[in-house]
């Protein structure tokens, strides 16, 4: 008998970003660039829905094959190991995503799933360089994204504004907080049928 084999996305129920951007300005001749650093503290969990999808038996998915993937578009930004930390375990993450549809780049650590355990907790650390503007995108059933940094004239663009900014002299802070319902893909899916960064 043929076996197809197709990637099952499985998103968060809850994912909260806390970070801190710290921008420079740089010259080169009469331009100016702006550079920032940001530290993001990303944590969250998952538990394994029932699967409603045609085709699929909960009974066949490799959930010893599992993968943890994040997405990264610029891949030289990454300053630091990514460590994730899943229930209480640590992995290293590997260059390299194979999940279309999550996103074009990005590291992926396999981290196999125990169907015995109902809860999936997660947290992890991004150092990362990055020039003119910072994206993230709405992945959790509810994702929650704060954000502080000394720039003192932030633009805010995307599909969603902050529910909560202040902008003062000695800079801003801002946090969004996004529903599932909110977005144009549902929490999980077979193949590559969804894009989620047309939500960033």
């Not at 801190?20 to 530290?39: F, H, M, T, W």
């Not at 959790?140 to 954000?147: A, F, R, S």
Request: charged share 15%; with cysteine.
């Amino acid at each position: 008998a043929q076996v197809n084999i197709q990637n099952l996305i499985l998103l968060p129920e809850n994912v909260i970003i806390n970070g801190k951007i710290d921008p420079q300005i740089r010259y080169r001749g009469i331009y100016e660039a702006v550079l920032y650093n940001s530290q993001i503290d990303m944590s969250g969990n998952f538990t394994i829905p029932v699967l409603n999808l045609p085709n699929i038996e909960i009974v066949d998915v490799l959930w010893d094959e599992a993968r943890f993937c994040l997405g990264v578009t610029d891949m030289r930004g990454i300053q630091d190991n990514i460590i994730v930390k899943f229930n209480e375990n640590d992995y290293k993450s590997f260059p390299g995503l194979d999940a279309p549809g999550i996103a074009s780049s990005g590291v992926q650590s396999n981290i196999p799933i125990s169907t015995s355990e109902n809860e999936f907790n997660f947290s992890l650390q991004i150092n990362l360089n990055g020039s003119d503007q910072i994206n993230f995108v709405p992945i959790g059933e509810t994702t929650i994204v704060e954000l502080e940094s000394s720039w003192i004239s932030p633009s805010f663009t995307g599909s969603f504004l902050p529910t909560t900014r202040e902008i003062n002299d000695s800079g801003f802070s801002a946090g969004w907080k996004v529903l599932h319902l909110n977005r144009n893909f549902p929490q999980f899916w077979l193949g590559d049928q969804y894009s989620v960064e047309e939500s960033s």
